[in-house]
């Protein structure tokens, strides 16, 4: 079992920046890749991100490609996600999730998530 609890969430005016964290205990947090994702209100869970166990390999969606960096720290069991240039349509509950495996495809990254976090609210606004 992953326990992982996201945090840095909050009100931002566009083009600003915030930086998501995702904090995790129980298993060898350096034996699963790390994903985010997002849902907007009335909308389907969105995959944003995923990096391998390693740090070595990242994939993004097109939506915030050039826009978003995601990394990891193993030795603080943490994941990170940095959002520059952010956009209203950004505006979302963004979630952690540790998988079993790494997928640079957001299909088989959504079906590998095993232990998902609570989510951290993202607004973008002026």
């Known amino acids: 079992q992953v326990q992982l609890v996201e945090s840095g969430g909050g009100l931002v005016q566009p083009g600003g920046s915030l930086r998501l964290s995702c904090a995790a205990s129980?298993?060898?947090?350096?034996?699963?890749?790390l994903n985010w994702f997002r849902q907007a209100p009335g909308k389907e869970r969105e995959f944003v991100a995923t990096i391998s166990w390693s740090g070595d390999s990242t994939y993004y969606a097109d939506s915030v490609k050039g826009r978003y960096t995601i990394s990891r720290d193993n030795a603080k069991n943490t994941v990170y996600l940095q959002m520059n240039s952010l956009k209203p349509e950004d505006t979302a509950v963004y979630y952690c999730a540790a998988a079993d495996g790494y997928y640079s495809e957001s299909y088989y990254a959504t079906k590998s998530s095993r232990y998902w976090g609570q989510g951290t609210q993202v607004t973008v606004s002026s």
């Open positions: 129980g298993r060898t947090f350096s034996n699963y890749a």
